[in-house]
């Protein structure tokens, strides 16, 4: 008996363990959702062995929430990010940096301390924080790559000011932060990198803004009330994974694609899993357009106009969410095709799996269902969507403190 369960806990192990790093978008999708079918299913097996008494079948969670140790063993994080998004490291294996000091006064000359003089670094860094804290940037805050912004262990909010900018760099983490209020930026000298800083122009004011990058993970962080998205992707960025974040209050929430013109955005796959989408928000959960995106057991509770929307023949994978319509008899609708005519959207490939359509909302499939394009567009294996309370009931930044479970 004890080496069958030994047994058990060496696969569990072998199956959370990191696999090998890419720097190109995912080639096969179909590994990746058989891949997360088994973590899964280790979540599974791992709650019904009693072994980890918290597990919630969040196999994200699963994979180190339990751990009263998490603050010694922070780099595990890293470990457990799936989907599209699956293999950023951010700066996993780097030194742990520890911000102490909230100030932003120099944007071209951060000191040593500030989370800005971090993020600008070559190497790899896991960035921490020392104390809770309001960081209000002058500027947008531009990454290098190899990064993690991990707020566990304190209540850390960006806000008041222009915000996160992920621009042509690869392997970023961004977990348990706050994220609100963001304004633009621009028409100022900022630094990007210890050798080099330049002119930016306005900024749009996102929460998080992805241009050009990959392999990004934002994960467990609370976002509201910004100047334009709440996460926006364009530009060719690919191989990402937004989860377990709560999104409330804010107009245009998430943007996936820069423009219908832009055709670069084909190889676009983003996996959007275990977020709740609460009070006060109106349309784009997400805005798409061109690439691949799964949009798996996520919370939609409040919507004004629409949840899922897009142009320019993206494919939808809408599988195992939740999605509470409005009162208002006239935003029942959970999709919008966007600036096409009927004839054109018929044929773009959007389906919807295993949903569960509440207070009259109702999805517009659409597509002959290629199963080649349904399977660029996989990125993990859904749960029933009678779990998507249990899976999300702990989505936006965690109030985790040393020497407890998380």
């Known amino acids: ?10 696969l569990i192990f072998s199956l959370l363990t990191p696999t090998l790093i890419s720097s190109s978008p995912v080639q096969d999708p179909e590994f990746v959702a058989q891949e997360i079918n088994r973590k899964i299913n280790a979540s599974v097996a791992r709650r019904n062995l009693g072994y980890l008494s918290c597990a919630t079948g969040n196999p994200i969670d699963d994979c180190w929430r339990c751990d009263p140790n998490w603050e010694k063993n922070r780099q595990r994080l890293a470990d457990c990010a799936i989907g599209f998004g699956k293999n950023a490291i951010g700066g996993k294996n780097g030194k742990i940096y520890v911000v102490t000091d909230s100030g932003d006064d120099d944007p071209v000359t951060p000191k040593p301390g500030t989370l800005r003089y971090a993020v600008i670094q070559d190497e790899p860094l896991w960035i921490i924080f020392a104390r809770d804290m309001v960081i209000k940037l002058k500027e947008e805050l531009i990454m290098n790559s190899f990064k993690t912004i991990d707020g566990r262990g304190a209540s850390v909010h960006i806000a008041g000011g222009p915000c996160i900018t992920i621009q042509y760099v690869t392997n970023v983490i961004i977990h348990g932060i706050n994220i609100h209020d ?3 930026g621009g028409n100022a000298m900022v630094r990007d990198s210890p ?16 241009f050009g990058g990959s392999h990004v993970w934002v994960d467990h962080c609370s976002l509201s009330n910004c100047n334009d998205g709440l996460i926006d ?5 690919t191989a990402i994974t937004i989860s377990n974040n709560y999104m409330t209050h804010h107009d245009k929430v998430m943007l996936l694609g820069h423009s219908d013109s832009y055709t670069q955005d084909k190889n676009m796959q983003v996996t959007i899993a275990f977020n709740h989408f609460g009070e006060g928000l109106v349309q784009r ?5 061109h690439g691949y995106f799964h949009v798996v057991n996520n919370d939609y509770t409040h919507w004004e106009m629409y949840a899922i929307g897009g142009s320019a023949n993206p494919t939808i994978n809408s599988q195992g969410n939740r999605f509470v319509a409005p009162d208002d008899r006239f935003s029942k609708e959970v999709t919008k095709h966007e600036d096409a005519a009927e004839s054109e959207w018929k044929g773009w490939n959007w389906r919807s799996e295993g949903d569960l359509l509440v207070n009259g909302a109702f999805f517009t499939a659409s597509g002959a269902g290629a199963s080649s394009s349904y399977a660029r567009a996989s990125s993990l294996s859904a749960r029933p969507s009678s779990l998507v309370g249990s899976i999300t009931t702990g989505a936006g930044a965690l109030t985790c403190r040393k020497g407890s479970r998380c």
């Open 1 to 10: 008996m004890a080496t069958t369960f030994l047994s058990l806990l060496f």
């Open 182 to 184: 963001c304004k633009q």
């Open 195 to 210: 050798r080099h800083y330049g002119w930016r122009t306005v900024s749009d004011g996102d929460g998080v803004s992805i």
């Open 233 to 237: 992707a364009i530009h060719g960025s």
């Open 285 to 289: 959960m997400p805005r798409c357009r």
